[in-house]
């Protein structure tokens, strides 16, 4: 069955640095989500793309954030200069179509900033 | 403001019983997802329901959209189904985003 896969699965950084995490959504699928967990909190929602923009994000997406998809396959979340609250797992999702379909969600990337 | 509540928070089962998990929302929602949470950290998709009644195996997902409510059952309880489980909705005027209760983590004792 497809899947969506993340990489890294764990990546460590320190504070300040630029980090980009990797995602391939599903070949067919149309809208792209990333999501992050705080540990020990909910699931929030952070940025959703269709058709090469950003449909829909939240506060927590500021400018130091950004989204790209740059090559028809690769879909990335880049953060630019970390803070220590940045550490989270980020989940990566894609569905075919929007409202009427389901997400697939990836493994993740735990984000630890030192 | 918690729009998505869960309940309860934590459960544990001996292996074969028959588990019940609660959502209640408070808003218009489109659709309702029910997700797995490995320990590991990976989520899986159970079900999306709108309406009505989903079965998949030993998991069964309800919604009754008047009561703003759906339960997961998982029949036949066993040691693996030890995961968090997580209720998810998309409101309805809030495009496709998905907006999470805080998960119950079930634990099947052998």
């Known amino acids: 069955e497809p899947e969506v896969t993340q990489t890294p699965s764990h990546q460590v950084t320190q504070m300040g640095q630029e980090v980009i995490l990797r995602c391939v959504p599903i070949s067919n699928h149309l809208y792209f989500y990333w999501y992050r967990q705080i540990l020990g909190q909910k699931v929030e929602f952070l940025v959703s793309?269709?058709?090469?923009?950003?449909?829909?994000k939240s506060e927590i997406f500021d400018d130091q954030f950004s989204v790209e998809r740059p090559d028809g396959s690769n879909f990335t979340l880049k953060i630019r200069s970390t803070k220590l609250e940045d550490s989270a797992m980020y989940f990566c999702?894609?569905?075919?179509?929007?409202?009427?379909?389901?997400?697939?969600f990836g493994d993740g990337t735990r984000l630890s900033i030192l | 403001k918690n729009e998505v509540e869960q309940s309860p928070q934590n459960l544990t089962a001996q292996e074969g019983e028959f588990i019940t998990i609660n959502c209640s929302y408070s808003?218009?929602?489109?659709?309702l997802h029910w997700l797995q949470q490995h320990p590991g950290g990976g989520i899986v998709s159970l079900f999306m329901?709108?309406?009505g009644k989903k079965k998949h195996g030993r998991l069964i997902a309800t919604i009754n959209i008047q009561e703003k409510h759906s339960s997961l059952h998982i029949t036949a309880s066993h040691p693996r189904d030890s995961a968090v489980y997580i209720c998810?909705?998309?409101?309805?005027?809030?495009?496709?985003?998905?907006?999470f209760g805080g998960g119950t983590r079930v634990l099947v004792k052998p």
């Open positions: 998810a909705v998309r409101l309805r005027a809030a495009g496709n985003k998905l907006t």
């Open positions: 329901l709108s309406s």
């Open positions: 793309f269709y058709n090469n923009e950003i449909s829909e």
């Open positions: 999702a894609s569905s075919v179509a929007g409202r009427s379909q389901p997400q697939h």
């Open positions: 808003v218009g929602i489109s659709a």
